[in-house]
Nanobody, 122 residues
Framework: VQLQASGGGLVQAGGSLRLSCAPSGGTFRLYAMGWFRQAPGKEREFVAANIWSGDSTYYADSVKGRFTISRDNAKNTVYLQMNSLKPEDTAVYYC????????????????WGQGTQVTVSS
């Protein structure tokens, strides 16, 4: 499975960005798609996840109510809509694909896309 992430950029606090991730090759094996982020000097952390063949979604408490993960089956693409962005959301964001039900655990993810930088200015 290959993952292609896009959509990062520079935005002012309070603004919005939408990240996209398009998996290809063997998606039938997947259980979940997730977004993780890593800020400078910090460990990579879970942001959100979506069950590939269902509607369940999961969010980190820090983004709940501001971020929305969704999936467009026709385009085979997963999105992360980020609203009300804060400077502390600044990080490299990664999309990942998992065959495991442990959707919040980065070590359960088998496939990773390249990161996309999100920078939120104050």
């Amino acid at each position: 499975v290959q993952l292609q992430a896009s959509g990062g950029g520079l935005v002012q606090a309070g603004g919005s960005l939408r990240l996209s991730c398009a998996p290809s090759g063997g998606t039938f094996r997947l259980y979940a798609m997730g977004w993780f982020r890593q800020a400078p000097g910090k460990e990579r952390e879970f942001v959100a996840a979506n069950i590939w063949s269902g509607d369940s979604t999961y969010y980190a408490d820090s983004v709940k109510g501001r971020f929305t993960i969704s999936r467009d089956n026709a385009k085979n693409t997963v999105y992360l809509q980020m609203n009300s962005l804060k400077p502390e959301d600044t990080a490299v964001y990664y999309c990942a694909a998992s065959r495991s039900t442990a959707v919040r655990n980065q070590y359960e993810y088998d496939y990773w896309g390249q990161g996309t930088q999100v920078t939120v200015s104050s």
